[in-house]
T-cell receptor, first 110, second 114 residues
Framework: NAGVTQTPKFQVLKTGQSMTLQCAQD?????MSWYRQDPGMGLRLIHY???????DQGEVPNGYNVSRSTTEDFPLRLLSAAPSQTSVYFC?????????FGSGTRLTVV | GQQLNQSPQSMFIQEGEDVSMNCTSS?????WLWYKQDPGEGPVLLIA?????ELTSNGRLTAQFGITRKDSFLNISASIPSDVGIYFC??????????????FGSGTQLTVLP
């Protein structure tokens, strides 16, 4: 089915470990973005990309890196995980203002 | 960053009742969007509003874009058990360098009691 695919669905990391959250879309959308969802705070924008080779910071970028080498993929990297990064992460792609979200990655940092 | 104040934070209603939730902002938005999130899933778009004063329905859902462009409400009529979930408002501004970014409210957790 067409849409946004996120992997893994669940992950537990130790403080200081690194990992990459994968996101892929097959709708040929130029715009992709990463959000984190914390209780009572809605979704907050981490990084976004308006097309291959172009990325920019959102509201809460610290501790995260992104790259966009292809239209389809937009991975999110945690270089040195911290407990404050325990959250649910959503990737989205959009055409105009119509966003399609992935099903999320639940990350716990211990 | 910009803030969207969404209320109420949670609601417990009886099946069959109507429910209303709203979002307000100190900033003007060009577009208001309402999403629903089921447990373990990402948000899914319910209604999109593009003009100040616009009133749009999607089945039992009705949403309005406030005339000042700083607020929006969502009504659900005759609630059913599958309405359970978290409802988010989101506003979008079109500006250089941040085109199509969404600002989300904190969500309304809806519980429908049988």
């Amino acid at each position: 089915n067409a849409g946004v695919t996120q992997t893994p669905k669940f992950q537990v990391l130790k403080t200081g470990q690194s990992m990459t959250l994968q996101c892929a879309q097959d709708m040929n959308h130029e715009y992709m973005s990463w959000y984190r969802q914390d209780p009572g705070m809605g979704l907050r924008l981490i990084h976004y990309s308006v097309g291959a080779g172009i990325t920019d910071q959102g509201e809460v970028p610290n501790g995260y890196n992104v790259s966009r080498s292809t239209t389809e993929d937009f991975p999110l990297r945690l270089l040195s995980a911290a407990p404050s990064q325990t959250s649910v992460y959503f990737c989205a792609s959009s055409f105009g203002n119509l966003y399609t979200f992935g099903s999320g990655t639940r990350l716990t940092v211990v | 960053g910009q803030q969207l104040n969404q209320s109420p934070q949670s609601m417990f209603i009886q099946e069959g009742e109507d429910v209303s939730m709203n979002c307000t902002s100190s900033s003007i938005f060009n577009t208001w969007l309402w999403y629903k999130q089921d447990p373990g899933e990402g948000p899914v778009l319910l209604i999109a509003l593009y003009k100040a004063g616009e009133l749009t329905s999607n089945g039992r859902l009705t949403a309005q874009f406030g005339i000042t462009r700083k607020d929006s409400f969502l009504n659900i009529s005759a609630s059913i058990p599958s309405d359970v979930g978290i409802y988010f408002c989101a506003g979008q501004q079109i500006s250089s360098g941040s085109a199509r970014q969404l600002t989300f409210g904190s969500g309304t957790q809806l519980t429908v009691l049988p």
